[in-house]
């Protein structure tokens, strides 16, 4: 490049090396750790799987309230470990990003102090044992259409980490489908208690998919680079599709009066989702906003102790001749 500037010259590198990146990612190869990546898909990642880690986290919530009032010892059982699964999904994702160069301190920094967001959902309140049907239901069912597609991520460590997070959640939809069935099979009104939860968690779950492509910022890169293969309206429409029979089966509504099928296409069309009330609770106005974000901070100060422990512990490992 005779009588090229320096930065002439860097832009050609940066051009072939972002050349090489698109084309391994066209072939189906898996972007890890050391490999060269544009800043950009860095940022994203850590972005998006931060958040993920938070919502898991931040997920236990809602259904760690119901662990003292199962109405069962196998329920209580069963209820119990899905909520610990929560917990792991988060360390596996918090690991994921660490990968990426965010150190753990900075990212519960964000959540903590409300710069990071989490899953809207989550800023709901559970009401009833019925919730915990609707929860695994539809709140699961809508996080493992959206995680099978990030099993199929451009980025190693964050595919690898879905793959084994589907199989939990598949175990976590069927317990969930496991009590609407039973519910709806009851009395009446255990149907009702059922038939209540669905219509509480039906919207925010459909929220969960995010803002429709049009007003999706991320997508257009996030779709180039192969972290996401569906799009936000894709996803959502298959969920709909997925669960309106199986809720119409156990002779259940949805709240929606503007859902039809439409034959020609083969999809379930559902009315507009309240978009107002979307950013409102993403701003931290939700039903649950504080209440989640306040139980958070107390686990992280009660936790306190354990990590000034684990520094003593290695300080003193470090400290002893070897
Ligand atoms: N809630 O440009 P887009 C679970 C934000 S795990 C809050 O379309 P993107 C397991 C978005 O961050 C559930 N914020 O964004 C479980 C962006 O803002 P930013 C969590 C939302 O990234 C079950 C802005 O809006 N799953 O449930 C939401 O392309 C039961 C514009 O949006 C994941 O995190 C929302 N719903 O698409 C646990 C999966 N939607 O960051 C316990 C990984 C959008 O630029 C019990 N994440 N926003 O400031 C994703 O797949 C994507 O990030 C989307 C959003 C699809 C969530």
């Not at 898996?30 to 931040?58: C, F, N, T």
């Not at 059982?77 to 909520?83: G, T, Y």
């Not at 519960?108 to 019925?130: C, D, I, M, R």
């Not at 949805?254 to 099928?261: A, C, E, M, Q, S």
């Amino acid at each position: 490049m005779y009588g090229a500037t320096v930065d002439e010259i860097e832009d050609a590198a940066y051009d072939d090396k972002l050349a090489e990146f698109e084309a391994r990612i066209a072939r189906g190869e898996k972007i890890e750790p050391g490999d060269w990546m544009p800043d950009e898909y860095r940022r994203q990642l850590i972005r998006m799987i931060s958040q993920h880690a938070h919502s898991e986290v931040v997920g236990m919530l809602p259904e760690g309230t119901f662990i003292t009032s199962a109405p069962t010892l196998r329920r209580k059982l069963i209820l119990l470990a899905k909520v610990q699964d929560e917990g792991g999904h988060g360390q596996y994702l918090y690991h994921a990003a660490e990968t990426l160069g965010a150190t753990r301190e900075e990212m519960l920094e964000a959540l903590l102090s409300g710069k990071a967001k989490y899953a809207s959902v989550f800023n709901y309140p559970a009401l009833s044992w019925a919730d915990m049907g609707a929860i695994g239901m539809l709140v699961d069912g809508a996080a493992i259409l959206n995680q099978t597609m990030l099993a199929r991520a451009s980025y190693g460590p964050y595919s690898r980490a879905m793959i084994r997070i589907c199989t939990e959640e598949n175990f976590h939809q069927r317990q969930g489908e496991d009590i609407i069935i039973t519910l709806a099979q009851g009395t009446e009104e255990q149907k009702a208690m059922a038939q209540d939860a669905i219509n509480r968690w039906w919207w925010p779950s459909m929220m969960m998919f995010g803002p429709h492509d049009s007003d999706s910022k991320n997508s257009e890169i996030l779709l180039r680079w192969g972290v996401k293969t569906r799009t936000n309206d894709q996803l959502r429409q298959q969920f709909v599709n997925q669960m309106v029979p199986k809720l119409h089966k156990l002779g259940l509504s949805v709240p929606d009066p503007d859902l039809h099928y439409d034959e020609e296409s083969g999809n379930w069309i559902h009315g507009e989702i309240d978009w107002d009330e979307f950013w409102n609770v993403i701003k931290g106005n939700g039903p649950c906003n504080a209440e989640r974000m306040a139980a958070r901070r107390k686990a992280h100060e009660d936790g306190q102790w354990v990590r000034e422990a684990l520094e003593a512990y290695a300080a003193r490992q470090e400290a002893q001749p070897a």
